[in-house]
């Protein structure tokens, strides 16, 4: 599907929203998303409390980035493991590159990683002349698709089984052309068939991070397919890739996001597997990599940790807002053109590509406040995005009919006489256009809203007006 | 009568030039339940348009005509959540620099109410009797229910008029797509929203939709009419007050 940057988000939508098969998707997810976060978090009485404390932790790390990753690169030094820091993505995917080529390496499986989708770390990799297998069931769906993740935790959630068993009889041309492929339990077996293969000729794995372990120099990995523990023990290299603001301070403050992290992004207790790594294979270990590296990556977090935006840098990744968000579920995560859609791509976005490559994301947002509410981590989007708006709005990067428009308003809005002569003015029109229909069926200036919509007419006369001739005074 | 509730009916600039009848009906329960009203002159906007642009300082401005016209007031009401919630969480944010009129703001945002929530949680109305025969349903307009925790505050009132049933929506704390702007710079999403929400709304069988925000309101009735639906719209304040002889949201002149 062809993408679209986030500048034609408008278009990309259109596009979305013509495309059936993404809107049964879309709107199964919607579905699914109502009855399941509300009932998981029905059983856990101090959701809301454990909320509290995970923003505390991640506040009180935030506040004290530095001293935090600097004790957990003391610790993973400690358990054997090298450290590699980088300032943006160009650095990054250079970083791994030369460990893959230090290495020989030749296979490279990879776990699900949303900061690798940032760096584009796979294309980068290939083009180099290595191939990358993604081991994610999801992400290894798209990566035969030439597609991109449409959700943080659930890459593929745009696609119907139906077009995924096509996928696979498409590129496993060496499987029988008639095998049964109608339930996903079928589709996951031969994935995982394929997979194996891979897991066991690759040199290299490469994960990302949910987390950073300052006090143990651990790194935490979940899924919900076992992929990222074979990604990471079997290869002879584990490289991560994490940016900064995963750490937190100890193992307990882990368990704490880790309660409320799959419970917001899939409904569940737990994920399936929790993984800790710290370091590599040591003396007498029956498994796990010779090397252990770990590439810490910026990429714009030090300048968000600085700003009105550092709320941001709490966020787990989740994907919890993408699924509650009204606007996500009615044109899903590629119509927004970056690497994370919905509400914390709105925000993320602007940040990652600069604000006049995405300020239409921002704008992008009814601001019902699903988001906020959802959000594990009390990130508030909606203010954010508003914060966004600002800033657009200073710099003259949106619409000029758009500013135009409000600049007239806000004229008439500040001068009262102005306004109640405008008011005046505007009721007689409208009530003048509607007739006795009650309501406009196609109006200039308002073609959007008229196109799907009609527009009610106004009664008839300003209600102070009237409530001042009847009460004087 | 001193002891009555001085309260500044903050029509919004919705009712005030779209359905004067909601402001009356707004009138007519506060003073049923015990408040003297009155309705300045000078209020215009909360300026959410303005501050949901992202052009504070047209925000900030009309802001500061708000504060100072209802300043006086033991309590500013209006019959919208979003309003409402305009002046009690973001005027304080909004004028938090202003050394004019940051306290100010702070005074009109911890007396400023949603006229539902204000019934019954501030002056705890329940001297009332209404009739009304005919199957309803209601949406949670976003602002209110998120901003200020209206959800049980319209149902427990409704609940206690007579022949009304309620009948809830599938997903009633969905957004229906208005979102002020937001409807006018992204028109095929909103309406695609709307869509949903009417599709809900009709498969409930209600005869009516009632809310609490205008916004909503036009954006529903206004879907639902080119839809060629039957089900009307109204202000819930406009049923509260016995006030439904107006031709519904969007609807012909009888």
Known sequence: ?473 | MTDAPFVGLFATCLVDLYRPTVGFATARLLEAAGCRIEVPRSQICCGQPAYNAGDRENAAAIARQTVAAFEKYDYVVAPSGSCAGMLRHHYPELLAADANYSARANAVAEKSWELIAFLTDVVRWTDFDARWPGTVTYHDACSGLRELGVKDQPRNLLARIDGLELRELEAPDVCCGFGGTFCMKYPEVSAAMVDKKAADIVATGAATLLSGDLGCLMNIAGRLSRRGETVEARHVAEILAGMTDVPAIGGTRR
């Open chain 1, 1 to 473: 599907m062809e993408q679209g940057t986030s500048l034609s988000f408008s278009a990309n939508a259109a596009r979305a929203q013509a495309d059936a098969d993404l809107q049964s998707a879309l709107d199964k997810l919607q579905r699914d998303t109502r009855t399941g976060r509300p009932a998981i978090i029905a059983r856990l009485p101090e959701f809301e409390a454990l909320r509290d404390r995970a923003v505390a932790i991640k506040d009180h790390t935030l506040e004290n980035l530095d001293h935090y990753l600097e004790k957990f690169e003391a610790n993973v030094i400690d358990a054997g493991g090298h450290t590699h820091w980088c300032e943006d993505a160009a650095a990054a995917r250079e970083t791994v590159l030369e460990i893959c080529r230090a290495a020989d390496a030749k296979i490279v499986g990879k776990g699900k990683s949303m900061v690798s989708e940032e760096i584009a770390l796979n294309d980068f990799l290939i083009a180099n002349g290595l191939e990358v297998v993604e081991t994610d069931l999801g992400e290894y769906i798209l990566q035969l698709r030439e597609e991109t993740p449409s959700h943080i935790v659930m890459p593929a959630i745009h696609l119907k089984k139906e077009q995924i068993a096509e996928t696979f009889r498409d590129h496993h041309t060496m499987l029988a052309p008639d095998r049964p492929l109608n339930e996903p339990r079928e589709m996951t077996k031969e994935a995982r068939v394929r997979l194996r293969e891979k897991f066991l000729a690759a040199d290299v794995g490469i994960t990302g991070a949910n987390m950073l372990i300052a006090e143990t120099g651990s790194v935490v990995v979940v899924t919900n397919e076992g992929n990222g523990d074979l990604t990471q023990t079997l290869p002879r290299i584990h490289i991560v890739i994490a940016t900064i603001e995963k750490v937190v301070p100890r193992i307990d403050d882990a368990l704490s996001i880790l309660r409320i992290l799959a419970r917001s992004a899939t409904g569940q207790e737990i994920t399936s597997y929790t993984t800790f790594a710290t370091g590599p294979r040591r003396t007498g270990d029956p498994d796990g990599p010779e090397e252990f590296h770990l590439v810490l990556l910026d990429n714009g977090r030090t300048k968000l940790l600085d700003g009105a935006f550092r709320d941001v840098l709490r966020c787990i990744r989740c994907g919890a807002c993408q699924s509650a968000c009204p606007v996500y579920g009615a044109v899903g995560g590629h119509a927004y053109g970056g690497v994370y859609g919905g509400p914390i791509g709105a925000v993320l976005t602007p940040a990652l590509d600069g604000i006049e490559n995405a300020w239409t994301l921002p704008e992008a947002s009814s601001f019902c406040g699903s988001c906020e509410d959802v959000c594990p981590m009390r990130i508030p989007l909606p203010g954010l995005m508003r914060l966004w708006r600002e800033i657009a709005h200073a710099g003259k990067l949106n619409k000029a009919r758009a500013r135009r428009g409000l600049a007239i308003w806000a004229f008439a809005a500040r001068r009262p006489w102005l306004y109640r002569t405008g008011a005046r003015i505007a009721i007689r029109v409208l009530h003048t256009l509607a007739r006795r229909r009650g309501h406009i069926r196609s109006m200039p200036l308002a073609g959007g809203w008229t196109a799907a919509r009609d527009l009610p007419a106004p009664e008839g006369g300003r209600f102070i007006d009237q409530w001042h001739r009847k009460h004087g005074a």
